[in-house]
């Protein structure tokens, strides 16, 4: 079985930064793709950040462009998620996913591998 294991998230006030780890381990560990989601008291579980594992392309939802920054490290089998310029409005507990096929980035559905989260508050 694999395993994603989140981790990094804490309290942080506006403006501040924070960096999201996910650590996958397992079987076969070697995803097409990871993405990090996130999801907000009384809201859907909504995309943030996807990287495609070969060739390190990223993509970003609207939201956090130009200030969240997905990477993959090969050596650790771990993505992160490098948060600057937090709002209040980032806050919720934000998941990390793996798929083995491709297809769309950014559907909470086409991924079968989930990490159990990590909270992220942002004050004000």
């Known amino acids: 079985q694999v395993q994603l294991v989140e981790s990094g998230g804490g309290l942080v006030q506006a403006g501040g930064s924070l960096r999201l780890s996910c650590a996958a381990s397992g079987r076969t560990f070697r995803f097409y793709r990871m993405g990090w989601f996130r999801q907000a008291p009384g809201k859907e579980r909504e995309f943030v950040a996807a990287v495609t594992w070969s060739s390190g392309n990223t993509a970003y939802s609207d939201s956090v462009k130009g200030r969240f920054t997905i990477s993959r490290d090969n050596t650790k089998n771990t993505v992160y998620l490098q948060m600057n310029s937090l709002k209040p409005e980032d806050t919720a507990v934000y998941y990390c996913?793996?798929?083995?096929?491709?297809?769309?980035?950014?559907?909470?559905?086409?991924?079968?591998?989930w990490g159990q989260g990590t909270q992220v508050t942002v004050s004000s």
């Open positions: 996913a793996g798929k083995y096929s491709s297809g769309n980035y950014y559907l909470v559905g086409d991924y079968a591998y």
